[in-house]
């Protein structure tokens, strides 16, 4: 029965053609007062609205940058409605699916030959792993950590000299499908370790001295589909019960305020929590990886995009978490690295204040745990590209982070560990 059941979905999957998005444009706008929001809000009400961000209308207030995209036949209506009340706004992207496309602006290096400055797909990335762990065996294992809902591996690798018992780092990327250059930074962080260790003298202690625990993608079954499917997908592909609608935000279903913010509870909005804390196999599986390995994992950094961002605990609640000068001063002196080579602009801070307030999260969850360094990147761009950041960036992108991570990494080595 089992067998009959997934052929049908694989049948089913296979007959679904790819979301196209001729024509779709993302406005970028900044109500001046919460008259101005509320219009935002109910708008999203009657159109369908896909919010880049903040990542869902009801976080939309006063004076905050709101990036959404809107399809071909409601951006006529969309734009009526903000001129009609007074609205300012600017179209950053005209043609979604034009920059889709124009995202793959890199050539192959050399073909068949693992490529650092693209984008690369699941499979892939699978063989990456494998390569990874062959080329270099006594630098790099491959634990199975657990299964998705489609039943696809959940892979983490460890990078660093094989002994258990040493302070170590888990680092986490593409928890949201859409977010490519989030994966993309994963692979060039085990690359460029294994390769700069015994030439570059920080990351030869580093490694002598730590381990560090990668999960390349943390939602693998969405990562699939915004390759095959819809580039725009978020969340994970599990079955909602009772509801036609797909998924979970695994970045919501973390044991920590589960419950806080009824907005969550929808299992149509992008922003789902899921059915319980930690119900997404997921979720359950990196929780259950991090909780076996609390004696050694002295920081969590998980990265997503876009925004430009360095943030630290809480996103559930304002208050400032216990040791928030040494988080403020850490994620200050990462970004103050970040910049030194291109001069890129990063704002730091706790994400409920400097963002928005989230319930559910991995950094809370983590720091909630007993994980008392635990940071959040919001990678490139500030909304020119968005979640379509040319492959043209990758290479910066990584080469810029891979600086402030080092800086982190070198702060826990000295006073955490």
């Known amino acids: 029965m089992r067998f009959i059941l997934s052929v049908s979905l694989i049948a089913t999957t296979l007959a679904i053609a790819p979301v196209r998005f001729d024509r779709e444009k993302v406005f970028r706008m900044k109500p001046k007062d919460e008259k101005q929001a509320n219009i935002i809000k109910d708008l999203a009400k009657t159109k369908e609205l896909d919010f880049w961000y903040p990542d869902a209308a009801h976080h939309v207030t006063a004076n905050m940058m709101v990036d959404f995209r809107v399809s071909e036949k409601d951006s006529q209506s969309i734009q009526s409605a903000l001129e009609k009340n007074q609205m300012h706004y600017e179209i950053l992207i005209h043609d979604v699916q034009e920059e889709i496309e124009k995202q793959f602006d890199v050539k192959e290096d050399i073909p068949y030959r693992h490529s650092y400055a693209k984008y690369n797909n699941w499979d892939k990335i699978v063989a990456w792993t494998e390569k990874m762990m062959n080329k270099c065996p006594e630098m790099v294992s491959r634990i199975k950590i657990g299964k998705t809902f489609e039943d696809n591996p959940l892979y983490v690798l460890k990078v660093g000299k094989q002994d258990e018992r040493k302070p170590s780092i888990f680092m986490d990327c593409g928890i949201h499908a859409r977010e490519w250059i989030s994966p993309a930074f994963c692979q060039w962080f085990v690359y460029q370790a294994t390769k700069s260790y015994g030439k570059n003298k920080i990351m030869t202690k580093l490694l002598d001295r730590m381990n560090f625990y990668v999960l390349p993608v943390f939602n693998v079954d969405g990562y699939i589909w915004s390759w095959t499917k819809n580039r725009m997908w978020r969340k994970n592909r599990s079955m909602n019960q009772n509801s036609r609608c797909i998924g979970t935000d695994l970045n919501r279903n973390f044991n920590v305020s589960w419950n806080l913010f009824p907005d969550t509870n929808d299992p149509c909005?992008?922003?789902?929590?899921?059915?319980?804390?930690?119900?997404?196999?997921?979720?359950?599986?990196?929780?259950?990886?991090?909780?076996?390995?609390?004696?050694?994992?002295?920081?969590?950094?998980?990265?997503?995009?876009?925004?430009?961002?360095?943030?630290?605990?809480?996103?559930?609640?304002?208050?400032?978490?216990?040791?928030?000068?040494?988080?403020?001063?850490?994620?200050?002196?990462?970004?103050?690295?970040?910049?030194?080579?291109?001069?890129?602009?990063?704002?730091y801070g706790p994400i409920a204040s400097t963002i928005y307030p989230v319930s559910g999260s991995s950094l809370d969850w983590a720091y909630d745990v007993g994980i008392k360094h635990t940071f959040a990147f919001e990678l490139r761009d500030k909304g020119k590209f968005g979640f379509l950041l040319p492959e043209s960036q990758i290479k910066s992108t990584c080469k810029e982070t891979m600086l402030a991570v080092k800086f982190i990494a070198k702060y826990i080595l000295k006073y955490a560990s």
């Not at 630290?312 to 080579?341: Q, R, S």
């Open 269 to 347: 909005s992008a922003i789902y929590r899921g059915p319980a804390a930690e119900s997404e196999k997921e979720t359950k599986a990196v929780a259950d990886f991090i909780r076996s390995h609390l004696n050694s994992i002295k920081a969590y950094i998980t990265f997503h995009s876009y925004s430009q961002m360095l943030l630290f605990p809480h996103g559930y609640t304002t208050k400032l978490a216990p040791n928030h000068n040494i988080l403020d001063k850490v994620a200050k002196i990462a970004t103050e690295a970040l910049a030194t080579l291109y001069e890129t602009q990063y704002i």
